[in-house]
């Protein structure tokens, strides 16, 4: 079973504030993937990775920084979060090779409230 | 650029009752169709995924199709039960592309 752990859960911060949300994969994986989850709007890919050193811009990447560390750790930057980034955001993760790469195994999100 | 649009927000169904949820997709690419499900407090996980045209998937009693001449997909259930209450997504990967796009999401509520 896939294993994407996120962190923190749960994470405050104010407008301006500088925020890292952390995601950690433990069954080498190659996809990483950060969504972001509001009502009326569904899932949004913000960017994604192939591999470490590697990083794809997604759908909603405005105001948003990522970096692919290893292949097991994936971050999401917000150097001057505004009250628009306020969401829960999900990190997933999905097998790079033929049938299996369909499949996402997503984290339990982070929370982020920015006042 | 290819878009899923789920346009019913919420569906409420009593205990046997028949869900059926609609999508529809735009690529101009060669997609495959999944269905994810996302309980309450969790990530959403995979519930089905439709490869052919005109073929079905199915898992834990839903059923689920696509029409390539309608560019629509569709999830269904004879009868759902209090334990399918959930968020349902829609969504779409392109053949050629490394990203998977979402519906909106589908929030089914089941009345005891």
């Known amino acids: 079973e896939a294993a994407v752990t996120q962190s923190p859960r749960n994470k405050v911060t104010v407008t301006g504030g500088n925020v890292t949300l952390s995601c950690r994969q433990t069954?080498?994986?190659?996809?990483m993937y950060w969504y972001r989850q509001d009502t009326g709007h569904g899932l949004r890919l913000i960017h994604y990775?192939?591999?470490?050193?590697?990083?794809q811009i997604g759908d909603v990447p405005d105001g948003y920084k990522a970096t692919r560390t290893t292949q097991e750790d994936f971050f999401l930057l917000l150097e001057l979060a505004s009250p628009s980034q306020t969401s829960l955001y999900f990190c997933?993760?999905?097998?790079?090779?033929?049938?299996?790469?369909?499949?996402?195994?997503f984290g339990a999100g982070t929370r982020l409230s920015v006042l | 650029g290819d878009s899923v649009i789920q346009m019913q927000g919420q569906v409420t169904l009593s205990e046997n009752d028949f869900l059926f949820i609609n999508c529809t997709y735009s690529t101009t690419g060669y997609p495959t169709l999944f269905w994810y499900v996302q309980y309450s407090g969790e990530g959403p996980q995979l519930l089905l995924q439709v490869t052919t045209a005109n073929n079905k998937g199915s898992s834990r009693g839903f059923e689920a199709t696509y029409d390539k001449g309608t560019t629509s997909f569709h999830l269904q259930k004879t009868s759902v039960q209090e334990i399918d209450s959930a968020v349902y997504y829609c969504a779409m990967r392109d053949y050629n592309q490394g990203k998977l796009i979402f519906g909106q999401g589908t929030k089914l509520s089941i009345k005891p």
């Open positions: 990775s192939y591999g470490a050193g590697n990083l």
């Open positions: 069954n080498s994986h190659n996809y």
């Open positions: 997933a993760s999905s097998d790079g090779t033929g049938r299996k790469q369909n499949t996402l195994y």
